[in-house]
């Protein structure tokens, strides 16, 4: 079974498309890590201020190592986060079979 992470979070006003872009950044860096099976990001079609990321790792311990890497401090915590309004609503999963 596959550890997820289901995230969403909304941007601020004139940061959509900063945070979308960062957003790609993100998941460019973060698909080669080894524990990470799938990680993609989304834009909302009816508010483009929206955002969803759907993120798959081998187990919890990859997912913990992802959250320690240089890019997701970087550009997530350092660049990413600081673009939203909120809080970020995070849900997490195990894949089914």
């Known amino acids: 079974m596959a550890y997820v992470l289901n995230v969403r979070m909304t941007a601020r006003e004139g940061e959509e498309e900063r945070a979308a872009q960062l957003m790609g950044e993100l998941a460019a860096a973060t698909q080669q890590e080894p524990g990470n099976l799938c990680w993609i ?43 939203m ?4 609503e995070r849900n997490f999963y195990e894949t089914l079979g």
Do not use: C, W
């Not at 990001?41 to 201020?49: D, L």
């Open 41 to 83: 990001g989304h834009r909302s079609v009816e508010n483009p201020r929206t955002f969803m990321v759907y993120e798959q790792y081998a187990d919890e311990d990859a997912f913990k190592a992802h959250g320690q890497t240089e890019h997701f401090k970087s550009i997530g915590l350092e660049q990413l986060f600081p673009l």
């Open 85 to 88: 309004e909120g809080e970020r």
